[in-house]
């Protein structure tokens, strides 16, 4: 059995299917518990072992703990531990600024503070030949216990190239402070770039405690259960052990929102839709990643905590395989206030789980997005069946009305209307910054919407974006807990070599893999058995001498001949010339950085729940209708379907279709198709308002 678990600002997220995923057995929701998310975690094991026997199930699990450590500021009291004369790196960043001509930029704290940053008298030069041993561990561990720290980072000079002085700084403080976590940036990050691999290692540092107990108590608990295996979602979108996952719990930050975008991945792999966009509307946060043949794209620095209320301070990077996902804080949860100019905004505070929207009943007293959506009547009681809220339209009316129609002198109807207004604004923005920013035509993609408020949300966006088609598959609720069990292990090792590849040899590339592939083999030790053999596929990143950004080029299948450096250079040059449209050809091709990726299936698979076929329905027909407000005050009444009623049927808005636990709203000028599979598509007739 399969079970795919997933942790939203508002709600967690169940899946179960059977053990060749050909079919959902159970799927549900429960309240998060943000004090505590490992409760709702468990919870919804418990739940699914009320009805079924788990023993010898595989549980994929998506978490946000890592991110809500690091934005809550309750990580780890860390030491940095950085060669004498680079113990500020992390406070110094880059000379560029989040906002270029903005005079009061704000700017991330650093994670250590300066009495805790400790210079040591070592050196390593850019080749990895020792400048200055390292032979004063024990002052700098009474340094570390002197200051009571709890973890510790180091990251020495140049220690990419040679990682000799910083294991042996790991092996003295490991014997000397036990207790303590410890983080070295040659295992984490053996990459150049002296800020960004500093801070992945702080990072790292500063949350593996916390991620660390996470894991482990939900490990513990599942195993009491009868659980098989744990796996936890990564960044990359891959899954990994707990023991793994604790050793790089910086690897994790994005968690959450990869598990979406494989779901979403394999949607469009089922019903080949070569080009999407992932849209995702939770509780807290709406999420955007573009998918071209078929594939998610995947970066290699993320920016953790890099909106702060809405407003950029640079956050902190993470040099690590990341799906490429732009997210901002327009959720349902996301609350509308009025500035100090008297304009409306919205978001990017949220009411989050406690105390949620003010019609969760919860005490919230805010109006938010999902109240809006409760005062026009796109939401109702029947909405929330069986997630544990007693919904109430009557308090979200008294929060709008109180807080937003009021002060502005508007109708109740007018106020919540122009909440979702703006909510629609900012996550359609989203959109264009996924694909228009990035020279990509909306109208060549299909909007693939899922979360809990994406169905409400996603016919609006799409018309506003002009994408073409919008389609909101099954189960879109819990789109996040399905893509958790259709991953596969995955880690994405990387090695620094700067080389001009005219000084290429055969020998030393072939040295570099061999390394970076026996740190595969001990990762994959430490994953479940599977049925399948591991995959491990090479990667050079090249770039010209002198730029600042390279182009990964793929160079085969570990084991297979290497390319020549003759072959290497050619394959670049094409990358270039099809990537910006010439090509440098009295310049250096230099390289920059090796890299493995290593796969383990895991035998999760939703083809058959995507493709398979729900029969024809009967003429469809609402089985009930609902109250809708209008912007101008005029109520009519909603027709009201249910998805499993109108397979095959054509429904032209306004109205409402009840889709597996989540709610579509097709608006005015819209039709929407029920596919076979289930899913709902829109072929967008006009924006309409």
Known sequence: MLIGIDVGGTFTDAVVLDADGSSVLMAFKLPSTPSNPGDAVIAALQRVADHLDVRGALVCHGTTVGTNTLIERK?????????????????????????????????????????????????????????????DEAAVIDKLRAAGVDSVAVAFLHSYANPAHEQQMRQAIEKALPEAFVTVS?????????????????????????????????????????????????????????????????????????????????????????????????????????????????????????????????????????????????????????????????????????????????????????????????????????????????????????????????????????????????????????????????????????????????????????AKEVVIPPLPGMFSALGAVLGEVRHDLSQTLLCATRELRAELLEQAFARLKDKADSLLAKEPRSASPASFERFADLRFAGQLFELRVPLGSYGTSMPSAEEIERRFREMYMSEFGFDLAESTVQLVNLRLVTSLPMGGSTARIFSAERGAAATARAYRTQRFLRADGGEEALPVYRTADCIGADLAGPLLIEHSGSTVWVRANQQAKISADGSVAFQIMESGK
């Not at 978001?347 to 026009?376: M, Q």
């Open 75 to 135: 990580g780890a009291k860390v030491g940095l531990l950085a060669t004498a004369g680079f113990t500020d790196v992390i406070e110094l960043r880059r000379q560029n600024r989040p906002t270029l001509y903005d005079l009061s930029v704000h700017v991330s704290e650093a994670l250590v503070p300066v009495e805790r940053r400790i210079g040591v008298n070592e050196r390593m030069d850019a080749e990895g030949a020792v400048v200055t041993p390292l032979t």
């Open 186 to 466: 040659s295992d984490v990050c053996p990459e150049f770039r002296e800020y960004e691999r500093t801070s992945t290692t702080v990072v790292n540092a500063y949350i593996g405690a916390a991620v660390g107990r996470y894991i482990r108590g939900i490990a513990e608990e599942a195993r009491a259960m009868g659980v098989q295996d744990l796996m936890i979602v990564k960044s990359n979108g891959g899954l990994t052990s707990p023991e793994n996952a604790a050793r790089y719990p910086a690897h994790l930050i994005e968690s959450g929102p990869a598990a979406g975008m494989i779901a979403t991945a394999a949607y469009a792999r089922a019903t080949g839709r070569k080009n999407a966009i992932a849209f995702d509307m939770g509780g807290t946060t709406a999420k955007a990643g573009v998918i071209q043949d078929f594939k998610p794209k995947v970066t290699d620095e993320f920016l953790a905590d890099q909106l702060v209320n809405g407003r950029n301070v640079g956050g902190y990077p993470i040099r690590s395989a990341v799906l490429d996902i732009i997210e901002i804080g327009a959720g349902g949860g996301s609350i509308a206030w009025i500035d100090g100019g008297g304009v409306l905004k919205v978001g990017p505070e949220s009411a989050g789980a406690n105390p949620g929207p003010a019609c969760y009943s919860r005490g919230g007293k805010l109006p938010t997005v999902t109240d809006a959506h409760a005062v026009i009547g796109t939401l109702s009681q029947e909405t929330f069946e069986g997630s544990g809220v007693a919904f109430s339209r009557e308090l979200a009316v008294a929060a709008i009305e109180t807080h937003i129609a009021r002060p502005m002198g508007w109708s109740v109807a007018r106020a919540a209307h122009s909440i979702l207004e703006l909510a629609v604004a900012s996550m359609t923005e989203m959109v264009r910054l996924a694909t228009v920013r990035r020279g990509l035509d909306p109208r060549e993609f299909s909007i693939l919407a899922s979360g809990g408020a994406g169905p409400l949300h996603a016919a609006w966006v799409g018309a506003e974006a002009g």
